[in-house]
Every structure is written in structure tokens, then in C-alpha cells.
């Protein structure tokens, strides 16, 4: 039974350039959240899907945006890249009705 | 005030050693709880729920403590590859709707 994928497992970017990242949860799970981790600091709430839908976010400006499809898989965009913006993506899923979520091995972002 | 606060650390023990990791929480109306380890440069994997009667998992026991808003692990008998970040992290809403809310992670480092 495969866990959380992601992918790319690295990225390099420039500022101002649009980056897609992409994640697919594990079997049976339905709902999906993106975090960002920048160097030594814990994840940071992004937003999270479910039923396709956007259902909660954090506090990330509207360049961060995502989507999720029919089958739960999901995406991560983000516009006019900063180089704030560099860090570890991590997508995690949960089964319907549980409280744990289970990550996957992330992404890493870097702007330059 | 943070919304979820860790020791600083970093903890240097010696094998066999017994440690804990003590957390902080802002919002009182909070649901779930957690500690993750993450290793370097790796996502962060669940290592227990925390529930308000306690509960132990071999040589980790967590604790809850509602009225005080503080949360606990302690590891006995460490061994070396305990050697990780421990992240407490609250889930404010509880079940398959909150998002989650980590600490910064306290480091420990467990010698020969």
C-alpha cells in the first residue's frame, strides 16, 4: 500500500516564474492539505481539499492556489514566484472521519 | 503568544537516558493532539496521538493536560535512532475538518 506521494522531490525556480506541484494521497484517504516548511521552523497550514473543494485556509496570499481531482490527487500552484517562497511543500492525507494525517516526502522549492 | 510552543533545545543525551518534550498551547477550545518526528531533510511521521487520559506506545508515554494547555512526551530508554525533531502539533478544530498547527520542534540528539 503506497503512502503519501509527491512530486517533483526537487525544484529549482526563478522569481516570478509558476510552479506546480503535485501530490497523491494515500489509498483510501479523501482529503488533502498543503504546508509549507521553511528551514527551522515547523510545517504552515496552506489550505485543504476535499470533495474537490477548498475547504480551509491559512494565511497565504491568493498567488497560492490548488486544485483536487475526482480521484483526491492534488496540486499546488504558485505564481510571480518570491524568494521567500523557498522550502519544503508537504502534502498530507487523511481518512474520512480520522484525525491523523500522514505526509508525504515533500517537495523542495527553491528560488533564486 | 505563539499558538503551539516547544522547549527550544536542542537536547545532547546519552543513550539510555530518559528525556522529555514539553508544549505549550494557545487555544483553549483545541481538539486533537499530536507529536511527529521528522528526521533531517525528511517529512514529518506521526508518532502518537496524545489523548486526555495519556497513553503510552512502548518507551513513549504522552500526556495532556486541558486546564493547563500543556502537553508532554517522554521517551525512556533512548536509543540512537531516537535521534530526530519532535514537533507537537494541535489540531484547533478536531476531526477531519482543522487544519493542523505545529510547534518549531525541539531537536534531540541521543549519544553513544
Known amino acids: 500500500d503506497a503512502g503519501v506521494t509527491q512530486s517533483p522531490t526537487h525544484l529549482i525556480k526563478t522569481r516570478g516564474q509558476q510552479v506546480t506541484l503535485r501530490c497523491s494521497p494515500k489509498?483510501?484517504?479523501?482529503?488533502v492539505s498543503w504546508y509549507q516548511q521553511a528551514l527551522g521552523q515547523g510545517p504552515q497550514f496552506i489550505f485543504q481539499?476535499?470533495?474537490?473543494?477548498?475547504?480551509q485556509r491559512g494565511n497565504f496570499p491568493d498567488r497560492f492556489s490548488g486544485h483536487q481531482f475526482p480521484n483526491y490527487s492534488s496540486e499546488l500552484n504558485v505564481n510571480a514566484l518570491l524568494l521567500g517562497d523557498s522550502a519544503l511543500y508537504l502534502c498530507?492525507?487523511?481518512?474520512?472521519?480520522?484525525?491523523?494525517?500522514?505526509f508525504g516526502p515533500g517537495t523542495r522549492l527553491t528560488v533564486t | 503568544r505563539k499558538e503551539v510552543e516547544q522547549d527550544p533545545g536542542p537536547f545532547n543525551v546519552p543513550e539510555g537516558a530518559t528525556v522529555a518534550f514539553n508544549c505549550t498551547y494557545s487555544?483553549?477550545?483545541?481538539?486533537?493532539f499530536f507529536w511527529y518526528r521528522q528526521d533531517c531533510r525528511k517529512e514529518p511521521k506521526l508518532l502518537m496521538s496524545?489523548?486526555?487520559s495519556g497513553n503510552e506506545d512502548g518507551r513513549f508515554t504522552a500526556q495532556l493536560n486541558r486546564a493547563s494547555q500543556y502537553i508532554s512526551l517522554l521517551i525512556r530508554d533512548s536509543k540512537l535512532s531516537d535521534s530526530a525533531t519532535y514537533l507537537c502539533?494541535?489540531?484547533?478544530?478536531?476531526?477531519?475538518?482543522?487544519?493542523?498547527?505545529f510547534g518549531k520542534g525541539t531537536k534531540l540528539s541521543v549519544k553513544p
Open positions: 487555544n483553549s477550545a483545541s481538539q486533537s
Open positions: 496524545v489523548y486526555s
Open positions: 502539533v494541535v489540531n484547533p478544530s478536531g476531526g477531519s475538518q482543522g487544519n493542523l498547527i
Open positions: 481539499y476535499y470533495e474537490e473543494e477548498e475547504r
Open positions: 489509498s483510501g484517504h479523501d482529503t
Open positions: 498530507a492525507s487523511r481518512q474520512p472521519g480520522e484525525d491523523e494525517q500522514y
